[in-house]
């Protein structure tokens, strides 16, 4: 009998550090903020320049360009001055900062946990030695309340597979520019059909009152309107929320040319994921003529329903945001890295237990029934199954990690190879876990749990990057070729 496969976990982790704050906007609703504003003001000028004193000097070494950020917080609350009431022309620049720093708060973005990593080649492959790689990993970070974001670390992986990773900065930042999508009417309305097919009046009224294209603050005026025109009601209300969630879901972001990537952060900016974006799978996509672009799909979260979206990037400082359509709407879709047959796969898991692939012609609209490929067969598997991320094509088939959980919900990772040309036909799969829980590793935030998010091959091996119970991550590293040989002779490997 042949020993499992070969495991080799590194010493290198990646843990929490609440040392790395952003500054975001901090809200206290109009009565509370028209107060605050009243007693701001209220402030002698030589007093207002003391305390605006205080300011800069515990904070300008903690943020860049922290001025810019109060200008942009007072310019959220600007509108409120006519409840003072104040003239706005009147204010000196040293009023509008003040003002805006008392609506700024520090958020420790990862001072609860630091998991769920995927990793990718970076764009940037020059002045490299034989045998290292550049590369990005990716993480879902979590702080105060909760609420999820997504972090960066760059490095580099030398011949041995160890990783060297860059300097991580602390001057957190948030996106430059953040440009809103311009919808059209009869897209916007197809969509919204798929999550309320039901004819209704308020839904009539909306689609009447739709200009041939609008922007979501235009979209906002509208469904404001038809709500005071309509009948409040739990049916009406829940429409019109739906329809300002869409809506919100599409934008673009812009990162500074001067920050690091550790440095990016993106925080959750429209409604449908204020509470949080979550498990990120980054893949870098080849397309026909063999050029890259980097796709993530997240699941987005308003507290109370989920939406997968995905992220398209070429260069990890401008990002386009849409939402995913169709029936793969659920948590743990993972793009494959090419297409397939002309047309683009996804794994998913529409039920939360089993997994499934689905196939379409439009990246983000998914119509067509997925199919299911997976199903829980062996013992560490019983409760349910998912995949770890995107495929990773090799000479045997698309090869997939997967996370599966078994007796004291314990999750662990499996694998198994799919047909490269029909990756809905599975070719075989570990009958045992690759990898279970250590003991360094079953303690934490969420016990006994090991996940990933994506993985990459490097110097003819696995680079497989993972979370120790939703709190830390490291990663290991697995011969490719024992690997696979593992799951097309699975008995031989027990």
Not at 93 to 100: A, E, F, H, S, V
Not at 103 to 120: C, D, G
Not at 386 to 392: F, L, R
Not at 409 to 422: H, K, M, T
């Amino acid at each position: 009998m042949h020993k499992p496969v070969k495991v080799d976990r590194k010493d290198i982790y990646f843990k929490p550090d609440k040392k790395r704050v952003l500054a975001r906007f901090f809200s206290l609703g109009d009565e509370r903020t028209v107060k605050v504003i009243k007693r701001t003001l209220g402030l002698s000028e030589s007093e207002r320049k003391e305390v605006f004193g205080q300011i800069l000097r515990s904070y300008t070494k903690r943020h860049r360009s922290i001025i810019n950020i109060f200008e942009r917080n007072f310019e959220r609350v600007s509108h409120l001055l006519e409840k003072v009431p104040f003239p706005k022309d009147k204010l000196s620049q040293l009023d509008k900062l003040l003002i805006g720093s008392y609506f700024t708060m520090e958020y420790s973005i990862e001072s609860a946990a630091l998991f769920n990593p995927s990793i990718v080649e970076h764009p940037d492959q020059t002045e490299l030695f034989k045998g290292e790689k550049r590369v990005i990993l990716s993480f879902r970070a979590t702080g105060e309340g909760h609420v999820s974001s997504i972090v960066f670390r760059a490095g580099t992986l030398d011949l041995d597979n160890n990783i060297h990773i860059d300097y991580i900065g602390n001057l957190l930042d948030k996106p430059i520019q953040v440009k809103n999508h311009r919808y059209h009417k009869e897209s916007f309305l197809k969509k919204m059909n798929e999550l309320h097919a039901e004819p209704t009046e308020v839904k009539m009224k909306l689609e009447q009152k739709l200009t041939a294209t609008f922007t979501y603050e235009e979209l906002k005026r509208y469904i404001d309107e038809v709500r005071r025109d309509s009948e409040e009601n739990l049916e009406n209300i829940t429409f019109l929320q739906q329809a300002l969630w869409l809506a919100s879901s599409h934008y673009e972001m812009t990162f500074s040319l001067d920050t690091s990537i550790s440095e990016r952060v993106i925080f959750p900016i429209a409604d449908t994921e204020k509470r949080g974006i979550e498990d990120a799978r980054f893949v870098q996509f080849k397309d026909e003529k063999g050029e890259s672009i980097y796709y993530a799909t997240y699941t987005a979260y308003d507290g109370f329903s989920i939406l997968p979206k995905l992220l398209t990037t070429k260069d990890f400082y401008h990002f386009k945001v849409k939402p995913i359509y169709g029936e793969i709407a659920n948590k743990g879709a993972a793009l494959f890295p090419r297409k397939i047959n002309g047309r683009y796969a996804m794994l998913c898991r529409i039920d939360g237990e089993n997994n499934y692939i689905a196939y379409s012609n439009n990246i983000n609209i998914w119509q067509e029934t997925a199919i299911r490929i997976q199903q829980p067969e062996y013992a560490y598997e019983y409760v349910q199954i998912g995949n770890c991320g995107s495929p990773i094509e090799t000479k045997y088939g698309w090869l997939i990690l997967t996370h599966a959980v078994g007796p004291m919900r314990e999750y662990v990772l499996g694998a198994a190879l799919l047909d490269l040309d029909n990756p809905h036909v599975e070719i075989g799969r570990l009958h045992s876990p690759l990898m279970t829980p250590n003991d360094e590793e079953r303690e934490g935030y969420v016990p006994n749990v090991i996940y990933s998010c994506g993985a990459l091959v490097h110097n003819e091996q696995l680079i497989l990057p993972y979370a120790m119970s939703d709190y830390a991550s490291t990663y290991a590293t697995i011969n490719l070729e024992d690997l696979l040989l593992a799951i097309l002779n699975p008995e031989r490997y027990q």
